[in-house]
């Protein structure tokens, strides 16, 4: 809300005010004007400020409207709390004040303002489109769950059922009422049940408390019963699907976007992490890379909401920041006693995931991760060494033996030590929408399925972001898509010609693109499967 002072005009801030003298600042000047000490100003008073106030007797600092005092009475008191650790200080908004020249005329060329008041609404407008999105993702995982929660008869049969429909009716013809249809024949009422029974004896109770809040939810709304609320759900779940795999999403130029308008899901399966390891090992990748990194940020580090093979039974849990560390160490580019990771993340739930896993390790509870490959996926050699390879190079890491099932899947465990689960620091930010500290610099920052989620505008700014967080030589690595294609950077195989990259190379410099295979053709027997992976620094 840009009409409220939400950073700040509050009794923790102002009760250590006499750290730093106020005295006639904007912020001041408008409290003593009000007659308050410390509750939030109304926009009334502010407007009835700002019609006496005289920018002559207060420094020649002045305001264009109302927004731009908010703008600067919000940055101020930030400032002044950052600086006496009244608030954490690793992200605030992202201000007009953060912009440089170059950034301006970045911005302006995609149709950002620039001005204070209008770039404080435009970030502002921003933030609030992303949360309708965390809650698409979660219902998007729910629907991995309901999946996970059947046997594998009932799994396959729903999973073709659905597929068979969907690819029948073009995408502008999915209405509400057909997606019931479509939910009515391929939900059973044994499904629902066993959906509901994994629900209620699930070992995660956070997990438990995020999908019945859901059903409840719908129960009280419409006064359904629990198993048709769930149902009901389920519909939910099936039209946002419906949506994300519809063939017609797959026709675009430029397959680079075409989740940008997708929920943001928090999953990243472990085997996704077999392409980065392998493009790690690659002596001219390691090359490219800081000679020893020791601050790493990743963006969306990922919390796997279930684990589809082996079912509701294993709690939520995260891969990708141990599988970097891991992935490091074992190449030489870290240090484990001395590399530190940052988690950032727009979700609470991944945040509130790790700060927990950190408070465990903070009484001596290690951290456990419990993973499989499917019979397809463990047919490809670069995911079946990175299964057995990986927790190796981390100090301390305890590997469990490996499960072999008759259907040809592998599952295995790792513990990893209170100690390295203390090298992972929660932060809660938008990469869009906030500025990372200045305090934090990164040798390293990792973005992986992340940036797909973006659209142009988004990825924009997430450049002016990541740019000034990374340190002199620091290296932004991130992924652009999947390809299926034999080659082309398009989805559509007549065009040769590569998508637009995702930065302006004049602000951050692309120098390594390189499509990494993880199912190669003859292993699948269909189009190979190819992650794009780019390596940019600072100019």
């Known amino acids: 809300m840009a009409d409220v002072l939400l950073l700040g005009l509050n009794d923790a ?67 002044f709390a950052e600086r006496h650790g009244l608030i954490p200080h690793t992200v605030r908004p992202l201000s007009a004040s953060d912009l440089d020249a170059e950034d301006t005329t970045y911005l302006r060329d995609q149709q950002i303002p620039t001005q204070p008041g209008l770039f404080a609404k435009f970030i502002d407008d921003l933030r609030e489109r992303h949360q309708p999105k965390i809650d698409e993702g979660l219902h998007d995982m729910i629907g991995d769950y309901f999946v996970a929660a059947q046997p594998d008869s009932l799994r396959m049969a729903y999973l073709s059922r659905i597929f068979e429909q969907i690819e029948m009716v073009s995408l502008g013809e999915w209405t509400p009422g057909r997606v019931k249809t479509l939910a009515d024949r391929a939900v059973s009422d044994e499904m629902l049940r066993n959906f509901l029974a994994a629900v209620d004896a699930d070992p995660d109770t ?21 198993p048709q609320a769930a149902r009901c759900l389920m519909e939910m779940v099936l039209e946002g699907y419906i949506r994300y795999i519809h063939p017609d999403n797959f026709r675009m130029a430029d397959d680079s976007f075409r989740y940008a308008e997708h929920g943001l899901r928090t999953t990243s399966a472990i085997y996704l992490s077999a392409a980065h390891t392998e493009f790690l090992r690659l002596p001219e990748t390691r090359k490219s890379f800081p000679e020893k990194i020791e601050r790493v940020g990743i963006v969306g580090p990922g919390l796997e909401f279930v684990e589809i093979l082996q079912g509701p039974g294993v709690p939520r849990q995260m891969y990708e920041p141990f599988v970097m560390m891991d992935a490091l160490i074992d190449n030489g580019l870290a240090d484990a006693r001395r590399v530190e990771f940052d988690l950032i993340d727009i979700n609470p739930e991944v945040i509130e ?69 203390l090298r992972m620091h929660p932060i809660l930010g938008d990469m869009t929408a906030d500025r990372f500290s200045p305090d934090h610099r990164y040798d390293l920052m990792m973005c992986f399925n992340t940036m797909v989620y973006l659209n142009q505008q988004e990825r924009v700014l997430a450049g002016i972001n990541i740019r000034r967080a990374l340190r002199d030589g620091g290296v932004f690595w991130t992924d652009n898509r999947f390809e299926t294609d034999s080659g082309e950077r398009l989805e559509n195989r007549m065009s040769v010609t590569p998508p637009d990259p995702l930065f302006d190379s004049s602000y951050l410099d692309l120098f390594v693109d390189e499509s990494r295979w993880l199912f190669p053709a003859t292993v699948t027997h269909r189009p190979s499967m190819k992650q794009v992976m780019e390596l940019y620094r600072r100019p």
Request: glycine content about 10%; overall charge positive; cysteine-free.
């Open 206 to 226: 956070r997990r438990n408390r995020l999908i019945d809040s859901q059903i409840g939810r719908l129960s009280v709304d419409t006064g359904m019963s629990r």
């Open 353 to 421: 995931h790790v700060e927990e896993a950190r408070r465990r390790a903070g009484q001596g509870v290690g951290y456990t991760l419990a993973f499989s490959v499917s019979a397809f996926h463990a047919r490809s050699q670069t995911v079946r060494e990175h299964f057995m390879r990986f927790g190796r190079a981390i100090p301390g890491a305890v590997s469990g033996a490996v499960q072999r099932h008759p259907d040809g899947s592998m599952a295995r465990s790792v513990w990893i030590p209170p100690e390295t689960v």
């Open 13 to 79: 801030v102002w009760k250590h005010a006499g750290k730093e003298d106020l005295t006639g600042t904007p912020l001041a000047l408008v409290r003593r004007a009000a007659g308050r000490t410390s509750d939030d100003l109304t926009p009334s008073e502010v407007d009835a400020f700002l019609r006496t106030y005289d920018p002559g007797r207060n420094g020649g600092i002045s305001f264009r409207d109302r927004a731009d005092f908010f703008l600067f009475a919000r940055e101020s008191i930030a400032g």
